[in-house]
């Protein structure tokens, strides 16, 4: 290989050449002391433009106030669980028992006269003119 | 913990997480959009809007680079801001920029870089944008082709000439040999 031009060696440096021409020159450099120092040259250049620096201070810019989350979104958040949990828990109690029907209706009933649970009746079987189901 | 990691506890209103992110990448965006704009004080603007609409990006972005996701939303910045200041918008009658150094120039110690900002500056615009994406922010060939929407060719010829057209600049006035 001919002693490349500064222009090669430029490319070679910024790593634009093509991969089998990059090969060659570089077995070209490890050979050629001359070259070696010309890309060296180039090289410490080429790193020195990227290396402009003025002072930056790096100012304090606070977390913009729209992504601060206020405390009293997380009560909100909390009482909205505890709410529906507990209206959950209600339904379901009242759905999946009858008997519990009953009691429930007649302790929201206390004129109502009282259904004994030793024997509980099922649910259709309560006498719906006495025992108000909920 | 990654940068998307420390940007998802931020947006969960972590200050310390925020902190962090600014801390890591805010230098390297004032460089990069100072190196576009040609503006110290521009940079900073946009450096901070930068981070500020990094907060509100959509979470289904969330992969690949941070720093990439971060320069891509800064570039987009600094060229709007370079639209709004062409030379073209200037009102009537408002003076054109003077040969004298310029802000960015004015804020440089060493009179060898300020050699060389001044050969960066007077770049094609479109070289001397792949010029700061690569060398400012240190991103690849690819990132860059992907952040700027041309082929990777166009990207390594841009980025050749730029550097070919300073190096030859900075010759001529003795800076490099």
């Known amino acids: ?110 004129t109502a006269p009282r259904v004994s649970v030793s024997h509980p009746l099922p649910c259709e079987q309560v006498d719906i003119g006495r025992h108000r189901v909920l | 913990m990654t940068d998307w990691d420390y940007l998802n506890a931020a947006r969960n209103g972590d200050e310390g997480a925020w902190r962090m992110l600014f801390r890591r990448h805010y230098a390297m965006l004032v460089r990069m959009t100072a190196t576009i704009t040609g503006s110290a004080d521009t940079a900073h603007d946009l450096a901070q809007e930068s981070f500020v609409r990094l907060l509100h990006s959509p979470i289904r972005h969330q992969e690949g680079s941070f720093k990439a996701f971060l320069s891509r939303i800064a570039y987009n910045l600094a060229l709007k801001e370079k639209r709004r200041t062409a030379p073209g918008l200037r009102l009537e009658g408002q003076e054109l920029e003077s040969d004298g150094p310029s802000p960015l120039e004015e804020s440089i110690w060493s009179e060898t870089e300020r050699a060389i900002a001044r050969a960066i500056q007077s770049l094609p615009v479109e070289q001397r944008d792949v010029f700061a994406l690569r060398f400012v922010a240190g991103h690849t060939y690819e990132e860059i082709a992907d952040m700027t929407g041309i082929p990777v060719g166009t990207v390594k010829s841009r980025l050749f000439y730029a550097v070919r057209t300073c190096r030859d600049e900075l010759k001529r006035q003795g800076v490099f040999t």
């Open chain 1, 1 to 110: 290989m001919n002693h490349p031009d500064e222009d090669t060696l430029l490319k070679y440096v910024l790593e634009v050449l093509d991969t089998s021409d990059a090969r060659e020159l570089k077995g070209h450099l490890d050979a050629c002391a001359s070259c070696r120092l010309a890309c060296d040259t180039i090289e410490r250049q080429v790193r020195q433009l990227g290396t402009v620096s003025f002072p930056i201070e790096t100012p304090d810019l606070p977390l913009p106030a729209s992504t601060r989350r206020p405390y009293v979104l997380y009560v909100l958040r909390a009482a909205a669980i505890l709410l529906v949990g507990f209206v959950l828990g209600y339904t379901t109690a009242l759905m999946r028992e009858p008997e519990m029907q009953v009691v429930i209706s007649q302790q929201f009933r206390p």
